[in-house]
């Protein structure tokens, strides 16, 4: 369903379809000195402002690195789970129909080349740090550690590790030359203001040092639940995934990881702290193993917690769906459970929860504390694996039946997946249904609901799938909608109390 164009992109990932279009250990984690303990001052390399990011660059460029990766595709956008973010790419930036001028569209496999930037972080190992999304289903990744002529054919590199949902990859080479590792530094110590600068390849120009401050920390963006991102307006640009982001001391503080591509100097890394706690996990076991319960949630909003009498300052998440089979349905925990407590640990939301769980191991026995009818009970789980993205995906929207409304709604709505959840920048605590079309003339457009809009509750009923949706209409009468629309709710009256007459065709201005 196409709703708006796609605001949010993965840097590397952008540039690999400009690429496509021209065809043709803990061991290894550096630990923290005295002066980077959280709470403390860094020393700049120098005080001297003039000098600083020349002597960043002389101390830091060295250990940065470009990566291109090759991989059979039958389109322009490539094959990979990220083949439809290739499409809306062109669409935002070169019209409706998502073709470049003079892009030429293959319908045959070919072989297409992507880049990114990564960096050393171990020289005696010959270990990168990079981005997942820069070596997503690469068949080949070649490591270019120059712009020199005699180093352009670039080294093979291996993957070691890597995790798709923190965009996160670990690559080794073997070479002979002389690597330099670049520091690893502390990112709960930046604060908003503080100058940085940062490293990368964009659109395949070679090593290039643009600098900047730190915007804004925390920030929450729908590329990853795990991570929150550090904002930078440090200039970053397609082809720059995976590279340093580095603070005055010469550490590095982030991987930069995205850009908001509606807007101008509006950049996101990852963490380094985030990043060092599944390193070693990454380069000895190959992936992150992360705790599961099989839950999907919702926030408590103040409409909720009126509706379900709960006391002011009440904590914890609404528990709106239970996979079957999964920890938590064996544990006992239902649709409308209140999840107040895990693992002796209090629920404050939907995020802290999720963290919260996936940082517990497979197989242990947890306390989970619940909030049922009023009164609270204590029950025990046993921690699941979390299963992989795709995996997760077919849980959530898997192969069931059909679900048909019961009566004429005047509007088509769907499963909020999550290709429509990036597209409208719905938090990952919000679940809903997205209306998909609304027909002229009827109750729908009468209420002012539009197409995009997310239907979070119906007469204060949380509805998180279409079968919640659709259970709700059971009788003509008028229904309360609670709906997002932008960064927004609103609520509005559904009268279904007598037959409307509309034309069944989507209202044109939706359309537009």
Same mark, same amino acid.
């Given at each position: 369903?196409?709703?708006?164009?796609?605001?949010?992109?993965?840097?590397?990932?952008?540039?690999?379809?400009?690429?496509?279009?021209?065809?043709?250990?803990?061991?290894?984690?550096?630990?923290?000195?005295?002066?980077?303990? =959280?709470?403390?001052?860094?020393?700049?390399?120098?005080?001297?402002?003039?000098?600083?990011?020349?002597?960043?660059?002389?101390?830091?460029?060295?250990?940065?690195?470009?990566?291109?990766?090759?991989?059979?595709?039958?389109?322009?956008?490539?094959?990979? *789970?990220?083949?439809?973010?290739?499409?809306?790419?062109?669409?935002?930036? $070169?019209?409706?129909? /998502?073709?470049?001028?003079?892009?030429?569209? %293959?319908?045959?496999?070919?072989?297409?080349?992507?880049?990114?930037?990564?960096?050393?972080?171990?020289?005696?190992?010959?270990?990168?740090?990079?981005?997942?999304?820069?070596?997503?289903?690469?068949?080949?990744?070649?490591?270019?550690?120059?712009?020199?002529?005699?180093?352009?054919?670039?080294?093979?590199?291996?993957?070691?590790?890597?995790? !798709?949902?923190?965009?996160?990859?670990?690559?080794?080479?073997?070479?002979?030359?002389?690597?330099?590792?670049?520091?690893?530094?502390?990112?709960?110590?930046?604060?908003?203001?503080?100058? =940085?600068?940062?490293?990368?390849?964009?659109?395949?120009?070679?090593?290039?040092?643009?600098?900047?401050?730190?915007? !804004?920390? &925390?920030?929450?963006?729908?590329?990853?639940?795990? !991570?929150?991102?550090?904002?930078?307006? !440090?200039?970053?640009? *397609?082809?720059?995934?995976?590279?340093?982001? @580095? +603070?005055?001391?010469?550490?590095?503080? /982030?991987?930069?990881?995205?850009?908001?591509?509606?807007?101008?100097?509006?950049?996101?890394?990852?963490?380094?702290? $985030?990043?060092?706690? @599944?390193?070693? &996990?990454?380069?000895?076991?190959?992936?992150?193993?992360?705790?599961?319960?099989?839950?999907? @949630?919702?926030?408590?909003?103040?409409?909720?917690?009126?509706?379900?009498?709960?006391?002011?300052?009440?904590?914890?998440?609404?528990?709106?769906?239970?996979?079957?089979?999964?920890?938590?349905?064996?544990?006992?925990?239902?649709?409308?459970? @209140?999840?107040?407590?895990?693992?002796?640990?209090?629920?404050?939301? /939907?995020?802290?929860?999720?963290?919260?769980?996936?940082?517990?191991? %497979?197989?242990?026995?947890?306390?989970?504390?619940?909030?049922? /009818?009023?009164?609270?009970?204590?029950?025990?789980?046993?921690?699941?694996?979390?299963?992989?993205?795709?995996?997760?995906?077919?849980?959530?929207?898997? +192969?069931?039946?059909?679900?048909?409304?019961?009566?004429?709604?005047?509007?088509?709505?769907? +499963?909020?997946?999550?290709?429509?959840?990036?597209?409208?920048?719905?938090?990952?605590?919000?679940?809903?249904?997205?209306?998909?079309?609304? +027909?002229?003339?009827?109750?729908?457009?009468?209420?002012?609901?539009?197409?995009?809009?997310?239907?979070? &509750?119906?007469?204060?009923?949380?509805?998180?799938?279409?079968?919640? $949706?659709?259970?709700?209409?059971?009788? %003509?009468?008028?229904?309360? =909608?609670?709906?997002?629309?932008?960064?927004? $709710?609103?609520?509005?009256?559904?009268?279904?109390?007598? *037959?409307?007459?509309?034309?069944?065709?989507?209202?044109?201005?939706?359309?537009?």
């Amino acid at each position: 369903m196409k709703i708006s164009p796609m605001k949010w992109f993965a840097t590397a990932t952008l540039v690999s379809i400009a690429v496509v279009s021209a065809y043709a250990a803990q061991s290894f984690v550096n630990p923290l000195s005295a002066a980077e303990k =959280v709470g403390s001052k860094v020393e700049p390399v120098t005080d001297n402002l003039k000098d600083l990011f020349v002597e960043l660059s002389r101390r830091l460029v060295p250990s940065v690195v470009n990566i291109y990766t090759t991989q059979t595709v039958s389109s322009p956008y490539g094959n990979n *789970p990220q083949a439809e973010m290739y499409r809306r790419f062109f669409e935002n930036f $070169f019209g409706e129909e /998502g073709n470049e001028p003079n892009m030429q569209q %293959p319908q045959h496999p070919e072989k297409a080349t992507s880049l990114g930037t990564g960096f050393i972080i171990d020289e005696k190992e010959g270990l990168i740090l990079t981005n997942y999304h820069v070596i997503a289903d690469a068949e080949e990744i070649k490591v270019i550690l120059t712009e020199a002529e005699a180093d352009q054919e670039g080294i093979e590199a291996k993957v070691v590790g890597g995790d !798709a949902e923190a965009d996160v990859a670990v690559l080794k080479i073997k070479t002979k030359r002389k690597l330099t590792a670049a520091p690893l530094g502390d990112s709960d110590i930046l604060q908003v203001g503080d100058w =940085v600068m940062a490293v990368g390849n964009p659109f395949g120009h070679g090593h290039t040092v643009t600098h900047g401050i730190i915007s !804004a920390k &925390e920030r929450i963006i729908p590329i990853s639940q795990f !991570a929150n991102y550090i904002q930078t307006d !440090a200039p970053i640009n *397609p082809g720059n995934s995976g590279g340093p982001l @580095i +603070n005055t001391a010469g550490q590095v503080i /982030g991987i930069n990881t995205a850009i908001n591509a509606a807007a101008q100097g509006i950049g996101f890394a990852i963490p380094i702290n $985030f990043v060092k706690k @599944i390193l070693p &996990e990454l380069r000895t076991k190959g992936a992150v193993t992360r705790g599961f319960i099989g839950v999907n @949630i919702t926030e408590i909003t103040p409409a909720l917690a009126k509706s379900m009498r709960l006391k002011a300052g009440s904590h914890g998440v609404l528990v709106s769906e239970v996979f079957d089979g999964e920890p938590a349905a064996k544990a006992g925990i239902r649709p409308y459970d @209140i999840l107040l407590e895990i693992n002796g640990k209090k629920t404050s939301d /939907g995020r802290q929860l999720v963290n919260a769980v996936s940082a517990l191991a %497979p197989g242990t026995s947890v306390p989970v504390k619940v909030l049922r /009818g009023g009164k609270e009970k204590e029950l025990t789980l046993l921690v699941g694996k979390r299963p992989s993205r795709e995996s997760l995906t077919k849980q959530e929207h898997g +192969n069931v039946a059909p679900v048909k409304p019961k009566m004429n709604l005047s509007m088509a709505v769907e +499963n909020l997946d999550g290709d429509t959840r990036h597209e409208l920048s719905i938090p990952a605590g919000i679940q809903g249904v997205v209306v998909s079309r609304v +027909n002229s003339g009827g109750a729908a457009e009468d209420a002012g609901l539009r197409r995009g809009d997310v239907i979070v &509750e119906v007469d204060q009923k949380s509805t998180p799938t279409l079968g919640a $949706f659709y259970s709700v209409f059971k009788e %003509p009468r008028v229904y309360l =909608v609670r709906f997002r629309r932008g960064d927004g $709710f609103a609520i509005t009256s559904l009268d279904l109390s007598h *037959p409307h007459k509309d034309s069944g065709e989507t209202n044109s201005e939706e359309e537009n």
